[in-house]
């Protein structure tokens, strides 16, 4: 227990000798930022896919053949409705649409706006859309970014698609998606599905999938095994499948990052370890002195932890806090591209604080253990050295 | 009344891969409380070695010690540490102050593992500065004291938990004369209040010492001689 001598004690050990501990606190800050940015950035986006996925359809019926992927007949649709359990099953039209010169692709979605439950799913994205004027034209909605691309290119109320037949199809810009949708949706048109079908190829009463959504959660498995075996080439995606998928191209990128910063952090024990070594003559100079003037090696092991404490909190603290002022307040330049990469149309995501505490705790762990067994070790070295020569 | 410190058949060897070294060879060695006793001889001769085996700092390879009673070469760290800071305080030639410490926290060094109150730690800290004259310091890093300062700060501490024996290794080597000439009136005054010091040296200074003391003559790790000078 620390009296109030002791704390004094401990007062002049850390803040007496503040140069001394400088350099370790600066390096530990910067350690424990970069981690916990990491670690910002990746809880955040994983939060805002989970989430944006909840409001997916919980499976989606495709059709292979020969290994590919093909255009599904609209006629399945009344044998997926015949499955007792299903409920809102909607075709949709999609597909990638990459764009002369060579560069950049958009995610081209064509509803049915007139399909009530394709209109109950997309009233989240198109929000305030008056829906009679938008399809009283070839209009289409498009993702900021998709439009401010267009609008570089001068295409500032309308984009000419080339489509599967070679003829030119003009669509008009008539507005843009909510910023919210961003990360799913930074690359996505939303337009007719008539007017999708005639730029992508796909043929008339057919479609490129079925979306449905399962009430009852305990049939589900059921469900996915009987619309298995409706067609010998059905192929059925879950929901669960998908943020698994989704799970693991970011996960590539925490791996990555992880063995970058476990490196970090052994170079970074490393380094602290060389610097108490380093400072060995003082440090023993005055663990002798502490020694001969009737402390005991427990006393001095004792204010050493609370010094290595008080530097590791307060590193922790600032480090931590630096992150969260970076990754949330400013966006997290630099770092947030590498996550979310830049390559078509990098999301312009607002990064929506969410914080791990299991994993805020496994840092401090992995930053906390190395620290203290660099500094006490060569401490403790001292301590047991005969005191007479620790002043010598 | 039992001597405060009794020394029998002490030797301390280092071994080394070619020979084995003898620094004291048996000595034998009785101070009684109150008592100031004078080791002299020149470098090599054991003065530091005995000093240290008496203060615990260093232990003997054969032989008795005991001070206070206490066999302290058996002590277990923790008891010999604790033992140490309230019966011997050390005054050394280097004078081993922490140099980013105030003179007061300086002072105040062997009283931390005690858990005293804070305000006993003050008060005890006062006491001892004013006994050794640099109470007006008593804020002063020690970096920036002179030496005869310095010396002073470290017999505050020493004195500091009120300790039966106060040991002097080479006090006034690193001290001009005037200084030396200070630290024998310190010395004095220590002498009066009863404590039982114990001085290695060679300096010439300590024969114009004004109070009863005894002078032990060392020489290549044995006790040649010693005297009584009232």
């Known amino acids: 227990m620390l009296n109030r001598v002791k704390l004094h004690f401990l007062a002049l ?39 944006a996925l909840e409001n997916e359809a919980d499976m989606t019926v495709q059709r292979v053949r020969g290994g590919m992927l093909a255009q599904v007949p609209l006629s399945w649709e009344k044998d997926i409705v015949n499955i007792r359990g299903i409920d809102s099953v909607s075709p949709r039209v999609w597909g990638r649409y990459f764009t002369k010169p060579k560069g950049k692709s958009f995610l081209i979605i064509g509803v049915d706006f007139l399909d009530s439950n394709a209109n109950k799913a997309l009233s989240k994205i198109v929000g305030s859309t008056d829906l009679k004027k938008f399809l009283n034209a070839h209009n289409m909605l498009v993702s900021a970014k998709v439009k401010s691309w267009m609008k570089k290119r001068f295409y500032t109320d309308s984009y000419s698609f080339l489509s599967a037949d070679g003829e030119f199809i003009k669509m008009n810009i008539y507005a843009t ?5 961003d990360l799913l949706s930074n690359d996505v ?20 999938d079925f979306v449905l959504n399962v009430p009852n959660d305990a049939q589900k498995v059921f469900i996915e095994d009987k619309l ?9 995606v879950s929901k669960k499948e998908s943020l698994a998928a989704y799970d693991e ?10 063995t970058l910063f476990m490196i970090l952090l052994a170079t970074f024990s490393l380094i602290l370890y060389q610097r108490y070594t380093q400072s060995y003559s003082t440090q023993k100079r005055q663990i002798g002195i502490y020694r001969a003037l009737g ?29 969260y002022i970076f990754v949330y307040i400013a966006n997290a330049p630099v770092l947030r591209d590498i996550f979310l990469g830049s390559g078509n149309f990098s ?29 006490l070790i060569p401490v403790w070295k001292i301590a047991v050295s005969d005191p007479k020569e620790a002043m010598l | 009344m039992s001597p405060i410190v009794e020394i029998e058949g002490l030797k301390r060897f280092y071994n080394t891969p070619a020979e084995r070294v003898e620094v004291l060879k048996g000595i034998n060695l009785s101070i009684e409380r109150g008592e100031t006793l004078i080791l002299k001889g020149v470098s090599g001769s054991g003065k530091t070695t005995l000093l240290s085996i008496i203060a615990g700092l260093d232990r003997p390879s054969e032989g008795k010690v005991l001070v206070e009673g206490e066999a302290i070469a058996k002590l277990p760290d923790n008891h010999l540490s604790h033992f140490r800071g309230r019966h011997i305080g050390m005054v050394f030639q280097h004078y081993n102050l922490i140099e980013h410490f105030s003179v007061k926290d300086n002072v105040s060094v062997p009283l931390v593992p005690m858990n005293l109150r804070y305000q006993k730690v003050g008060q005890r800290v006062e006491d001892a500065m004013k006994k050794a004259n640099i109470s007006h310091k008593s804020d002063m890093l020690a970096a920036r004291l002179s030496g005869g300062e310095k010396q002073r700060c470290t017999i505050a501490r020493a004195i500091v938990t009120n300790p039966e024996i106060v ?15 200070k630290f024998l009136d310190i010395l004095k005054n220590l002498h009066n209040m009863g404590k039982t010091i114990i001085i290695a040296t060679h300096d010439s200074i300590f024969e114009s010492l004004n109070f009863s003391h005894t002078v032990v003559y060392m020489s290549d790790g044995e006790i040649e001689k010693s005297e009584s000078i009232e």
Do not use: Q
Request: charged share 15%; glycine share 4%; with cysteine.
């Open chain 1, 13 to 51: 050990s850390v803040f007496g000798e503040s140069s001394r501990h400088l350099a370790t606190v600066l390096l530990s800050v910067l350690v424990i930022f970069i981690l916990s940015s990491v670690l910002f950035i990746s809880s955040s986006i994983k939060y805002t896919v989970t989430t």
């Open chain 1, 177 to 181: 998606l909510p910023k919210n949708s």
């Open chain 1, 189 to 208: 048109i939303i337009m007719p599905i008539d007017d999708a079908r005639k730029i992508l190829g796909i043929k008339e009463g057919y479609v490129t």
């Open chain 1, 228 to 236: 298995s075996s409706l067609h010998f080439d059905i192929r059925v």
């Open chain 1, 249 to 258: 191209s970011f996960n590539f990128r925490n791996g990555f990052f992880l």
């Open chain 1, 295 to 323: 402390w005991s090696i427990k006393d001095i092991l004792t204010l050493k932890f609370y010094e290595i404490v008080v530097i590791i909190l307060g590193s922790y603290v600032t480090g931590v806090g630096l992150a």
């Open chain 1, 347 to 375: 999301p312009d995501v607002v990064l929506i604080p969410v914080i791990d505490f299991s994993a805020l705790s496994s840092i401090f762990l992995l930053y906390a253990i190395p620290f203290v067994a660099s500094v």
């Open chain 2, 167 to 181: 040991i002097c290794d080479e006090p006034t080597a690193n001290l001009d004369r005037e200084n030396a000439i």
